[in-house]
T-cell receptor
Framework: KAGVTQTPRYLIKTRGQQVTLSCSPI?????VSWYQQTPGQGLQFLFE???????NKGNFPGRFSGRQFSNSRSEMNVSTLELGDSALYLC????????????FGPGTRLLVL | QQQVKQSPQSLIVQKGGISIINCAYE??????FPWYQQFPGKGPALLIA?????SEKKEGRFTISFNKSAKQFSLHIMDSQPGDSATYFC????????????FGAGTQVVVTP
C-alpha cells in the first residue's frame, strides 16, 4: 500500500505571498491531519478533516486554512506568508476512528524569505 | 503552553546500551500516549503506544512505562543500535480530539558504535 504523499517537497516563497500544499492519504483513509514542525515550537496541530468536514482545529491564525476533497486528498493554504511560517508541514492520514494510528507523510519544507 | 514535557533534549548512548526518554503531562483527560520516531527528511512514524489502564507495554526492544498517578510515561530502548539514532517524540491525546495530538519537544538520540 502506498504511503502518504505530499507535494511539493520543497518550496521557497517571499513574505506576503500565499502557498498551497497538497496531501494524498493512504488509500482508504478518510482522515487527514496537518501539523507544523519547527525547531522552536516542535510539532503543532493545525487541523483535521474527515469526509470533507473539518472536525478539529488548532490555535493558528485564520491565514491557515485547509480543505478536503471527496477522494480524501487534502490541501492546506497559507495566505499572506510571514517569515515565521517557515517550517516543515506534515500531514498524517488515518481511518478516522478515534485515536487510531496516524501515518505521516514526509512533509513539505517551506522557506519564507 | 507545552502540555507534554519531554526530557532529555538529546541523548548519546553506546551500542548495546539502554536509552531512556521521559515525558510528563498535565491534562488528566489524556488517555492515549504514543511514541513516534523520526529520521531526517522523513515524517514521524509510530513506534509504540499505551493507554492509562496498562502500566507497561513492550514491543521488541521498545518498552513504554506508564505512571498514571505521577502523570508520567517513558520510553526505554533496550540494546540500542546505531540504526536507532533518530529523534523521538512522545505524544498524548484525549477523547474527541480528532486527529489532534499534543507532542513533546523531541529527544535526539545518537547511538555510537
Amino acid at each position: 500500500k502506498a504511503g502518504v504523499t505530499q507535494t511539493p517537497r520543497y518550496l521557497i516563497k517571499t513574505r506576503g505571498q500565499q502557498v498551497t500544499l497538497s496531501c494524498s492519504p493512504i488509500s482508504g483513509h478518510r482522515s487527514v491531519s496537518w501539523y507544523q514542525q519547527t525547531p522552536g515550537q516542535g510539532l503543532q496541530f493545525l487541523f483535521e478533516y474527515f469526509s470533507e468536514t473539518q472536525r478539529n482545529k488548532g490555535n493558528f491564525p485564520g491565514r491557515f486554512s485547509g480543505r478536503q476533497f471527496s477522494n480524501s486528498r487534502s490541501e492546506m493554504n497559507v495566505s499572506t506568508l510571514e517569515l515565521g511560517d517557515s517550517a516543515l508541514y506534515l500531514c498524517a492520514s488515518s481511518n478516522g476512528v478515534f485515536q487510531e494510528t496516524q501515518y505521516f507523510g514526509p512533509g513539505t519544507r517551506l522557506l519564507v524569505l | 503552553q507545552q502540555q507534554v514535557k519531554q526530557s532529555p533534549q538529546s541523548l548519546i548512548v553506546q551500542k548495546g546500551g539502554i536509552s531512556i526518554i521521559n515525558c510528563a503531562y498535565e491534562n488528566t483527560a489524556f488517555d492515549y500516549f504514543p511514541w513516534y520516531q523520526q529520521f531526517p527528511g522523513k515524517g514521524p512514524a509510530l513506534l509504540i503506544a499505551i493507554r492509562p489502564d496498562v502500566s507497561e507495554k513492550k514491543e521488541g526492544r521498545f518498552t513504554i512505562s506508564f505512571n498514571k498517578s505521577a502523570k508520567q510515561f517513558s520510553l526505554h530502548i533496550m540494546d540500542s543500535q546505531p540504526g536507532d539514532s533518530a529523534t523521538y517524540f512522545c505524544a498524548a491525546s484525549k477523547a474527541d480530539s480528532w486527529g489532534k495530538f499534543q507532542f513533546g519537544a523531541g529527544t535526539q538520540v545518537v547511538v555510537t558504535p
